[in-house]
């Protein structure tokens, strides 16, 4: 082998030895980076690996020698920490819809970015529970197409699936297909989504990449997003994920809460610097936020009990009146087994009037 060709070998070589084995607690010592080099069949002196080190140094490699704890070269920055490893595999390992051969096939990917000491310490402390991870072995696919699909504003096709019963046993069912307009991929509650519009309507829906199969880009161009949202210039999808609740559509309204203020990080979570605070005490604080009402906001609002009211408007009020009355019948106990209820839990003072109208018009329904 000519010598040249040695060289550039013996300059790789040492760049994967630096990369996969030396690390701050672990440099790699002179003699280990020619044992090294001697075993992959580098035969080499310790000059020309000085000038190698020197060579990756000059084209901006952050190769340190330290003494401590003893003699050795480290790479003192990396393309990614082992924090920032750790995080991506816990994302990894708790997405459910990466399936378990994902799953194991991008961890052992995301590994190769630390030292091997670092990664065999790593191991020990990942976890992932099979039961949770989804079957479908499309969705990396899906994401590579729909990307693509995004950046060339194209449309795209395919079989969306849901679960069904058949004979008491639940199965997936014969799916149905769609051509839409793609906008946005995104990751909520646990499940990687597409925003889109589906060309029968004038809004913009969500889909859940597990559920897709055979996606393909289609010649059509997608139908512009200023079309069916208020958004110019790109699609926002911060601003479109802040005004939907569990993903469902609807009407975007001016909402008047009154909450217990143990719910205070709640909300903050939910509507961030949006919510305006209006009034508050010790025990409770009204706050006005402006959210989509749909399926989702009822859900979420119903789940807080007591410990949250709508003050306004008045027809989702109402409709918060009737479904809290269909609850109610669902769990009517028979006359002689009810029991008084526990008290405690709900809001002071929560039908006195509040003087309301100062912030907030009703709409009148």
Same mark, same amino acid.
């Given at each position: 082998?000519?010598?040249?060709?040695?060289?550039?070998?013996?300059?790789?070589?040492?760049?994967?030895?630096?990369?996969?084995?030396?690390?701050?607690?672990?440099?790699?010592?002179?003699?280990?980076?020619?044992?090294?080099?001697?075993?992959?069949?580098?035969?080499?002196?310790?000059?020309?690996?000085?000038?190698?080190?020197?060579?990756?140094?000059?084209?901006?490699?952050?190769?340190?020698?330290?003494?401590?704890?003893?003699?050795?070269?480290?790479?003192?920055?990396?393309?990614?920490?082992?924090?920032?490893?750790?995080?991506?595999?816990?994302?990894?390992?708790?997405?459910?819809?990466?399936?378990?051969?994902?799953?194991?096939?991008?961890?052992?990917?995301?590994?190769?970015?630390?030292?091997?000491?670092?990664?065999?310490?790593?191991?020990?402390?990942?976890?992932?529970?099979?039961?949770?991870?989804?079957?479908?072995?499309?969705?990396?696919?899906?994401?590579?197409?729909?990307?693509?699909?995004?950046?060339?504003?194209?449309?795209?096709?395919?079989?969306?699936?849901?679960?069904?019963?058949?004979? /008491?046993?639940?199965? %997936?069912? !014969?799916? &149905? $297909?769609?051509?839409?307009? +793609?906008?946005?991929?995104?990751?909520?509650?646990?499940?990687?989504?597409?925003?889109?519009?589906?060309?029968?309507?004038?809004?913009?829906?969500?889909?859940?990449?597990?559920?897709?199969?055979?996606?393909?880009?289609?010649?059509?161009?997608?139908?512009?997003?200023?079309?069916?949202?208020?958004?110019?210039?790109?699609?926002?999808?911060?601003?479109?994920?802040?005004?939907?609740?569990?993903?469902?559509?609807?009407?975007?309204?001016?909402?008047?809460?009154?909450?217990?203020?143990?719910?205070?990080?709640?909300?903050?979570?939910?509507?961030?610097?949006?919510?305006?605070?209006?009034?508050?005490?010790?025990?409770?604080?009204?706050?006005?936020?402006?959210?989509?009402?749909?399926?989702?906001?009822? /859900?979420?609002?119903? %789940?807080? !009990?007591? &410990? $949250?009211?709508?003050?306004? +408007?008045?027809?989702?009020?109402?409709?918060?009146?009737?479904?809290?009355?269909?609850?109610?019948?669902?769990?009517?106990?028979?006359?002689?087994?009810?029991?008084?209820?526990?008290?405690?839990?709900?809001?002071?003072?929560?039908?006195?009037?509040?003087?309301?109208?100062?912030?907030?018009?009703?709409?009148?329904?």
């Amino acid at each position: 082998m000519a010598e040249s060709e040695v060289s550039k070998l013996r300059v790789l070589a040492v760049m994967q030895m630096l990369h996969q084995e030396a690390s701050k607690e672990h440099p790699l010592q002179m003699c280990e980076i020619a044992a090294g080099l001697e075993k992959r069949g580098i035969y080499s002196k310790r000059r020309a690996i000085g000038r190698d080190i020197a060579a990756l140094r000059r084209v901006g490699y952050n190769i340190v020698f330290t003494r401590t704890p003893y003699p050795g070269y480290y790479l003192s920055q990396r393309i990614l920490e082992t924090a920032e490893v750790r995080m991506l595999l816990d994302a990894v390992s708790a997405a459910p819809f990466l399936t378990e051969e994902a799953t194991i096939r991008l961890t052992e990917k995301l590994k190769r970015m630390l030292p091997s000491g670092e990664q065999e310490a790593l191991q020990k402390q990942i976890y992932y529970d099979p039961a949770r991870k989804l079957e479908n072995n499309e969705v990396v696919h899906t994401v590579s197409v729909i990307q693509q699909a995004i950046a060339r504003k194209q449309k795209i096709s395919f079989t969306y699936h849901h679960r069904t019963l058949c004979a /008491g046993q639940m199965q %997936q069912d !014969g799916g &149905r $297909l769609f051509l839409l307009s +793609p906008y946005a991929l995104f990751w909520r509650d646990d499940h990687y989504y597409l925003a889109g519009n589906y060309e029968k309507y004038d809004t913009v829906s969500k889909y859940r990449l597990d559920r897709m199969y055979d996606v393909c880009m289609e010649p059509e161009p997608v139908r512009p997003f200023t079309e069916v949202t208020p958004y110019t210039g790109r699609f926002d999808t911060a601003d479109y994920l802040r005004h939907a609740f569990f993903l469902f559509g609807g009407r975007e309204e001016q909402l008047l809460l009154r909450c217990d203020c143990s719910l205070m990080d709640v909300l903050a979570d939910r509507f961030g610097e949006e919510m305006e605070i209006l009034e508050w005490d010790r025990e409770v604080f009204t706050a006005h936020v402006c959210a989509r009402v749909s399926e989702g906001l009822y /859900g979420w609002l119903l %789940q807080y !009990g007591a &410990r $949250l009211a709508v003050m306004a +408007p008045t027809y989702v009020r109402d409709e918060m009146r009737r479904r809290l009355w269909e609850l109610e019948a669902v769990y009517r106990l028979p006359e002689d087994e009810k029991q008084p209820p526990e008290t405690g839990g709900c809001l002071p003072n929560l039908r006195e009037p509040h003087m309301l109208d100062k912030y907030f018009h009703a709409d009148g329904d």
